[in-house]
């Protein structure tokens, strides 16, 4: 089946500083994927929408200035969360399409 | 509006049949998706409905009434690593999934 990778799997930082996060599909081009965020006993939800080569489509709420999201190949797109905060605190999922989509390992934020 | 129903929690015992079901109501619809997530992971796709009618993967089944705005997940012969979060999400254009708000299934021995 296809694999997504994500990098880093956990990350602790301080306050006011900007993350990194990696979603690969490892042995399919994905032309679209997708970032999601979780809390805690709730479900997933959708932030953005990712396409290679072209800006990403946020949902409502959720600031595109404060998550950057870049799809610069078939293969890798990244999340920055940017001046990140406390409330920042989350699980951070992607995913990447194919016939259906296929969800990374996950990357757990922690912000202090 | 968008939106999807499903159970908050289900709790059946080890070797049972389990039905989760899922309506919905959404703007665009392609097909109902399931995956199954355990705590601290990702979700794993299980199933996949297109078309009105059950799928069958293995102990997993799922159902789909497009009239009826509604599907469901069967989990036959239920052992203990069933105990997980099952959404349902509802596929639009593009791949674009809308999830439901999970579902708790406890599987006691």
């Known amino acids: 089946g296809a694999v997504v990778s994500q990098h880093p799997s956990r990350v602790i930082c301080k306050s006011g500083t900007s993350v990194k996060i990696e979603c690969r599909s490892l042995?399919?081009?994905?032309?679209?994927m997708f970032w999601y965020r979780q809390f805690p006993k709730q479900s997933l939800m959708l932030m953005a929408t990712?396409?290679?080569?072209?800006?990403?489509?946020?949902e409502q709420g959720v600031e595109k200035d404060k998550f950057l999201i870049n799809h610069a190949s078939l293969t890798l797109s990244t999340l920055t969360v940017t001046s990140a905060h406390p409330e920042d605190s989350s699980f951070y999922i992607c995913?990447?399409?194919?016939?259906?989509?296929?969800f990374g390992p996950g990357t757990r934020l922690t912000v202090l | 509006g968008q939106s999807l129903e499903q159970p908050s929690e289900v709790t059946a015992v080890e070797g049972a049949i389990v039905q989760i079901n899922c309506t919905y109501q959404?703007?665009?619809?392609?097909?109902l998706s399931w995956y199954q997530q355990h705590d601290g992971g990702a979700p794993t796709f299980l199933s996949y409905?297109?078309?009105?009618g059950l799928e069958e993967t293995g102990r997993f089944s799922s159902f789909l009434s497009r009239s009826d705005s509604y599907g469901y997940l069967l989990l036959q012969e239920l052992q203990m690593k069933d105990s997980a979060s099952y959404f349902c999400?509802?596929?639009?254009?593009?791949?674009?999934?809308?999830f439901g708000s999970g579902t708790r299934l406890l599987v006691r021995p």
């Open positions: 042995d399919f081009q994905a032309t679209t």
């Open positions: 995913s990447a399409a194919q016939d259906t989509q296929y």
């Open positions: 959404t703007s665009g619809f392609y097909g």
């Open positions: 990712s396409n290679e080569g072209s800006k990403a489509t946020y």
């Open positions: 409905n297109g078309l009105d």
């Open positions: 999400a509802v596929r639009n254009s593009s791949y674009k999934l809308i």
